[in-house]
């Protein structure tokens, strides 16, 4: 609306005596849904739904009121304000991370050493399971021995025998759990520090460090 307009308004409400009661309040115009031209000295019902112009007591626009939002609308909004909430909160937890990693592994060097360490780790605990798998199977060796003397009755074996065939059949079971166990275990490690590096590499390169360029071995095969 024209500022002349708008002051002609206002010199309608003061001949109406409406000015004198929004004095210093402000007063509200806006065109409703049927085209009539509504003014108050408070927001106007009948144009929630559209924008609403706002004058001073002199005339003057102070301000224009966007429409008011539906209940789907605002929802709508809500949701769009608590999405970038959690996007705010991913970013900042996603520097936390990145600034803790820098922290332990300042250079390629420090990676592959720990990197070394964690893979030793598991092959060790890998070489202690297959010594012990090895064992179980001298053990069922021996009892499939002892129990060749009963194959032509093998209801005669004794109790004992069969308990111990029994035990070592667990044994072996549960052993090649572990063992399959501790190998998806290193796999996983190693899944981490692969992961670990590509980050690392890009927040070496960022910070201008000479090795974040250099290709591990393990890449490399």
């Not at 409703?32 to 009948?46: E, M």
């Not at 705010?88 to 922290?103: G, H």
């Not at 025998?161 to 667990?170: A, F, M």
Request: hydrophobic content about 35%.
């Amino acid at each position: 609306m024209s500022g002349w307009v708008e002051r002609a308004v206002v010199g309608g409400l003061l001949s109406a005596g409406v000015l004198a009661q929004a004095w210093g309040q402000g007063i509200y115009t806006c065109v409703d849904s049927r085209g009539r031209r509504l003014t108050a000295d408070r927001p106007i019902a009948d144009c929630m739904d559209r924008e609403q112009t706002e004058l001073s007591p002199g005339g003057l626009v102070k301000r224009k009121i966007g429409p008011q939002l539906t209940a789907q609308e605002r929802a709508a909004e809500d949701e769009k304000a608590r999405k970038a909430g959690q996007e705010q909160l991913r970013l900042a937890e996603e520097k936390k991370r990145d600034r803790a990693l820098l922290a332990r592994y300042p250079d390629k060097a420090a990676h592959d050493k720990e990197r070394a360490a964690a893979t030793a780790q598991a092959d060790e605990v890998l070489a202690a399971a297959h010594k012990r798998n090895a064992e179980l199977a001298a053990e069922r060796k021996r009892l499939d021995v002892e129990l060749e003397f009963f194959k032509n009755d093998p209801s005669r074996a004794p109790a004992r025998l069969k308990r111990q065939i029994e035990e070592n059949t667990q044994n072996i079971q549960a052993q090649q759990r572990f063992v399959t166990g501790h190998e998806e275990d290193k796999g996983r490690i190693a899944a981490r520090f692969d992961e670990e590096l590509g980050r690392l590499r890009q927040l070496w390169a960022e910070q201008g460090s000479p090795g974040a360029g250099v290709v591990p071995a393990a890449q490399k095969r």
